[in-house]
């Protein structure tokens, strides 16, 4: 395992504090990895095993259909005994009503809580409803390229050869980890994609028309960088014969948003004093992304 300490020093200053610490970012970014930095950080501050408490939501061990309920229920059985415990709940998304039962462990149990997600969903209503000034959001991302130098110090290439390399193939660690030709590199992200596409958005928000969904999407990562509105994307894809309102188009850029495979950066007027939202710039979560 390679260390982002950044990561560790973001989390540091709320260790222990009554707050749910929320890492949210696109899949495979190294949510897990960090979890694992953490895990190892406790150890080292003298924090006994059997009160770290690691859950993976997305494993095959865990029911399907688990419920909130059945989540804390088994959690608060886990803890019994132990006195003050850590909780790493990773894809904690993937249980529906998870807000309620970390509220819950949050008020009633010893324990100190993290939770990751790949679903900006972890910062829906529902979490302000239920954790109002009880949580705090650390942003994770795929890697800078200080990390990805970190990733790369056994290689034989120069700097600015891994910096062309970085480029291409964008910051995902399992990239970096390995070394990769351009078509798998490739394959691997264009995999991590679909991943994303087909459970965070089309099946989520049930799309009937993904081929439209498709060249949207195209369109806007063949634009990154480039200032743009939900009309001009409408009109521009009325010239290719394709019909696809603008309300469409602000909901799927907000569900890429939402998946964190897209950011905006946000336009304001020449005095700083109001958010230009006719048109917009929206940057990748990884460059790779566009290849």
């Known amino acids: 395992m390679i260390n982002r300490p950044d990561y ?8 222990d504090k009554p707050l749910v610490k929320i890492l949210a970012g696109i899949r495979r970014c190294g949510k897990s990895t960090i979890f694992e930095m953490l895990r190892e950080e406790l150890l080292r501050r003298g924090i006994g095993e059997d009160q770290i408490i690691c859950k993976r939501y997305t494993e095959m061990d865990i029911p399907e259909n688990i419920t909130a309920k059945q989540m804390y229920d088994e959690l608060t059985a ?16 993937e249980i529906t ?23 900006s969903k972890l910062m829906s209503s529902e979490i302000s409803t239920y954790l109002t000034g009880r949580y705090v959001s650390i942003p994770v991302y795929t890697l800078s390229f200080k990390e990805y130098l970190d990733f790369k110090a056994d290689s034989t290439l ?11 193939f964008g910051g995902f660690p399992i990239i970096a980890l390995s070394e990769y030709d351009e ?15 087909s459970r ?10 993904q081929d439209l969904f498709d060249r949207v999407v195209k369109y806007i990562i063949e634009n990154m960088g480039k200032t743009f509105s939900a009309n001009s ?16 188009i602000y909901n799927y850029l907000r569900w890429l948003e939402q998946a964190f495979i897209i950011y905006p950066c946000e ?14 710039k929206y940057y990748l979560a990884d460059v790779s992304l566009k290849y």
């Open 8 to 15: 560790i020093a973001a989390i540091e200053p709320f260790i």
């Open 78 to 93: 886990a803890m019994a005994g132990k006195g003050h415990c850590y909780l790493l709940l990773d894809e904690i998304q």
């Open 97 to 119: 009503g998870w807000e309620k039962a970390v509220n819950s462990l949050l008020e009633r149990a010893d324990a100190d809580i993290y939770v990751t997600g790949s679903n």
């Open 158 to 168: 120069s700097r600015r050869e891994l910096l062309e390399e970085y480029i291409r």
């Open 183 to 197: 078509q798998s590199a490739y394959q691997i992200v264009n995999g991590i994609y679909h991943t994303v596409v």
């Open 200 to 209: 965070d958005i089309v099946k989520r928000h049930r799309i009937n028309k």
């Open 233 to 248: 994307i409408s009109t521009f894809l009325k010239s290719e014969h394709r019909k696809v309102s603008v309300e469409s």
């Open 267 to 280: 336009r304001y007027d020449l005095q700083g004093k109001s958010i230009l939202k006719t048109q917009e």
